[in-house]
């Protein structure tokens, strides 16, 4: 028990668990309609967009949360708006928009090179440095985003699944994709200082990728992803500062271990599943 205890003590473990708990049920609820949507690009498009946003902010001297949180907003709906009414299919929109806006960023960067180091947090993430008032941010748009699909559950479900057929039944897919669109921005936010641009993408996917081999139940999913990604954030902390390795690496890579040893699992049982109808037929 002790063993366990013991990183406790440490402040910085302490804000760091907390925050990895909440981000990764965060982005296991908001990954689970990611999946099912067909955009899992858009989670790591859309981050690399929100780093340009949080650039210029530094430069214009703008809160962070703001300007990246504006940035990252007005990309997703400029995204869903091509989408929409353009031939443009959602991969082209988010290929084109995201990497624009973050060449935007390396842009500035390499314009005002003195301020370079102070975002190699957003890029890789600093779990470890990780504020009160960080935890505070990220426990906020938990709360947030879980109030939100509690009371749009069945339209953010409808427009999910099939958003023309959610739209004769009366169901504002436009507004419903403007929410998803703030949820998805202000997520992203929140967790960009605990695992960084190049780690979003994987935390949002992985878990609601793990709970669709578990179930076809569009509930039970959404509750395994957000328990696969909170639990894998308290044990991705844990490995972290026992191997002696980056917290947001060590949390990717336990939800791809767990991923993969799922998916071993479900095709050894969809194998004998299958031999065992052979037999009696």
Same mark, same amino acid.
């Given at each position: 028990?002790?063993?366990?205890?013991?990183?406790?003590?440490?402040?910085?473990?302490?804000?760091?668990?907390?925050?990895?708990?909440?981000?990764?049920?965060?982005?296991?609820?908001?990954?689970?309609?990611?999946?099912?949507?067909?955009?899992?690009?858009?989670?790591?498009?859309?981050?690399?967009?929100?780093?340009?946003?949080?650039?210029?902010?530094?430069?214009?001297?703008?809160?962070?949360?703001?300007?990246?949180?504006?940035? &990252?907003?007005?990309?997703?709906?400029?995204?869903?708006?091509?989408?929409?009414?353009?031939?443009?299919?959602?991969?082209?929109?988010? &290929?084109?928009?995201?990497?624009?806006?973050?060449?935007?960023?390396?842009?500035?960067?390499?314009?005002?090179?003195?301020?370079?180091?102070?975002?190699?947090?957003?890029?890789?993430?600093?779990?470890?440095?990780?504020?009160?008032?960080?935890?505070?941010?990220?426990?906020?748009?938990?709360?947030?985003?879980?109030?939100?699909?509690?009371?749009?559950?069945?339209?953010?479900?409808?427009?999910?699944?099939?958003?023309?057929?959610?739209?004769?039944?009366?169901?504002?897919?436009?507004?419903?994709?403007?929410?998803?669109?703030?949820?998805?921005?202000?997520?992203?936010?929140?967790?960009?200082?605990?695992? &960084?641009?190049?780690?979003?993408?994987?935390?949002?996917?992985?878990?609601?990728?793990?709970?669709?081999?578990?179930?076809?139940?569009?509930?039970?999913?959404?509750?395994?992803?957000? &328990?696969?990604?909170?639990?894998?954030?308290?044990?991705?902390?844990?490995?972290?500062?026992?191997?002696?390795?980056?917290?947001?690496?060590?949390?990717?890579?336990?939800?791809?271990?767990?991923?993969?040893?799922?998916?071993?699992?479900?095709?050894?049982?969809?194998?004998?599943?299958?031999?065992?109808?052979?037999?009696?037929?």
């Amino acid at each position: 028990m002790e063993i366990l205890l013991e990183p406790f003590q440490f402040e910085f473990f302490r804000n760091g668990t907390i925050a990895a708990v909440l981000v990764g049920g965060l982005c296991g609820l908001i990954g689970v309609y990611i999946v099912l949507r067909g955009m899992s690009y858009i989670g790591h498009g859309l981050s690399h967009a929100i780093f340009g946003g949080a650039v210029v902010a530094f430069v214009m001297q703008w809160n962070f949360y703001i300007g990246a949180g504006l940035w &990252g907003f007005l990309a997703a709906l400029l995204i869903n708006q091509t989408v929409r009414r353009t031939k443009i299919n959602a991969d082209a929109a988010i &290929g084109v928009i995201t990497t624009a806006s973050f060449a935007a960023g390396v842009a500035l960067i390499s314009r005002y090179r003195r301020f370079t180091r102070s975002f190699d947090a957003a890029l890789f993430g600093n779990i470890l440095g990780v504020t009160w008032q960080d935890v505070l941010v990220v426990g906020a748009v938990t709360l947030m985003v879980a109030v939100i699909v509690f009371f749009l559950y069945k339209q953010l479900l409808f427009t999910t699944f099939d958003s023309q057929v959610a739209k004769v039944y009366g169901v504002k897919t436009e507004w419903i994709d403007t929410i998803f669109a703030l949820m998805l921005a202000a997520a992203l936010i929140a967790s960009m200082q605990i695992l &960084g641009v190049t780690l979003i993408a994987a935390a949002l996917v992985i878990p609601a990728i793990t709970a669709r081999l578990l179930t076809d139940s569009f509930s039970r999913m959404m509750l395994s992803s957000v &328990g696969i990604g909170a639990l894998t954030g308290l044990v991705g902390m844990y490995l972290s500062y026992y191997v002696d390795v980056s917290s947001g690496a060590s949390i990717v890579l336990l939800q791809a271990a767990v991923f993969g040893a799922v998916l071993a699992v479900t095709s050894i049982q969809k194998r004998s599943a299958r031999r065992l109808i052979h037999t009696h037929v």
